[in-house]
């Protein structure tokens, strides 16, 4: 097992205010990884640094080796590294189809000649577009409702397309930002079991920020816990739930 | 599914829509059926729709409010003006590096100020519609405020037609390629399209780009219609006015930018005989529409999409009838 990403001394301030301080973490090739910590602790900043949303005050992040600190959002994602949002950032007026295509359209080369005449590769490479896109659809269980409008989906079903649509991308590092946020205890199930598959069918690499600690403690094989912009401890989730810091963190201290 | 079948059958039955529409008119026009008056209202209709389409890839399509279109078809109007009367070039040609032109321009300045968002680009694209006018004014070779005039009258129904179904299959084709949805993703959320591995500025200039090189070429039609251009025919008050096109027919809707600059027009023109009351009138539809449809004519879907979803509907009910 290779390592994909590594942090080095990643800090982000926001005028007085250290956001993220000394975030180091690293993460294997076909780990699930979780980042927990109480509300405000960091965690979002901390993805929004590793996908370029925010540039490092310091520090350096290192995906497969290279730097990919200060590098704009797309040209992370074009790296391998894609995501899902905390508050879900579909793009609502279109079809589910069509916000799955629009994620292939850093995978397909045709020209814009090519696009406005509809010659050369256009033809056979938006075939392979609108194809690919039905089958990851109907992978994640959307293929009935490909031409609904995505605002209109119910929540769970917005959370997989989200995902579907990263997918899209190719990464080989998936960042999950709270994806059981609003779930039931059925749905949480169901994405737990998800999450797994993803990892085997894509063979790909999981970060997940979440708040639901039954899925965290049972599908991640190591936790990240940040509190107060600091990682507060690490390790696997039975050292984890057993860590006094991290419980004082999350229920305060007996007195 | 075979998208390319679908979209050729599509593509032929919109051209021969296209030619028949094209011989009716011309038609009417050689026996002059159609008074020189309606005439002339056709070839801005024309033009109208050129230019409505165009802004509609701006802000419709890309969500980026422009307020600047004046500006981008003064460019093209006075450059392919120069190119015809200056170099003896071809009609065509002239028109085509008008609108490169424009394009220009319109990357030039949509760099720095497609930075900006929503009212703060509308009020920096406003400025720059009007820098261009104003410039233009006081460039004396081209006539400064009396207007360049002399310009060989060169546009006749048949060239601005073409033009109008060359800027439509243009723009159709681009928004159903991996372009027109980069800038359709950024229209509906800039945050995610950049996540999902689009470069969101290089989609807006683009936008910014295509948008002024059919406003140009609307532009070279115009001037050489009228064998005049003049740094008035290009003010902001024009950019609403194309703005209001694209508003009425439904942002982001192809058929809407259709609809809204044949309907706002067609009211203009059979509202001259009553100067008085015409300014009235115009505005008591726009409010009228606004009131009972705030989305536009179109909303933001297509004529081929409400055709196809009536079809479905039509056959969905036969099934039902059978079943039962």
Known sequence: MGRLLETVELSKSFGGIKAVQNFIIHIDQGEVIGLIGPNGAGKTTAFNLLTGVYKPTTGQILFEGKDISGKKPYQITAMGIARTFQNIRLFGE?????????????????????????????????????????????????EHVTDEQAKNLPYGQQRRLEIARALATEPRLLLLDEPAAGMNPQETQELMEMIRWIRDQFKLTILLIEHDMALVMNICERIYVLDYGKILAEGVPADIKNNPAVIKAYLGTEE | MNVMKTMRRYDLALLALSVVTYLIFSFLIDERVISSFWRLQIVLMCINVILAASLNLINGITGQFSLGHAGFMAVGAYVSAVMTMWYDLPFGLALLIGGLAAAFIGIIIGIPTLRLDGDYLAIATLGMGEIIRITILNIPAVGGASGLTGIPRLT???????????????????????FGRSCISVRENAIAATAMGINTTYAKVLAFAVGALFAGVAGGLFSHYFSIAHPSSFTFLNSFNYLTMVVLGGLGSMSGAIVGATLLTFITAALADYPEIRMIIYALCLILLMIFRPQGVFGNQEFSLLLQRLMKRRKGGKGNGQAS
């Open chain 1, 94 to 142: 279109l079809s589910v189809l069509e916000n799955v295509k629009i994620a292939f359209t850093m995978h397909s080369n045709y020209s814009f000649p090519e696009a406005i005449l509809r010659l050369g590769r256009y033809g056979k490479e938006e075939q392979i577009i609108d194809n690919r896109a039905r089958e990851l659809l109907t992978m994640f269980k959307l």
């Open chain 2, 156 to 178: 006749d129904f048949t060239w601005v037609f073409w033009a109008m179904i060359i800027t439509l299959f243009f723009i159709k084709n681009m928004v159903n390629s991996t």
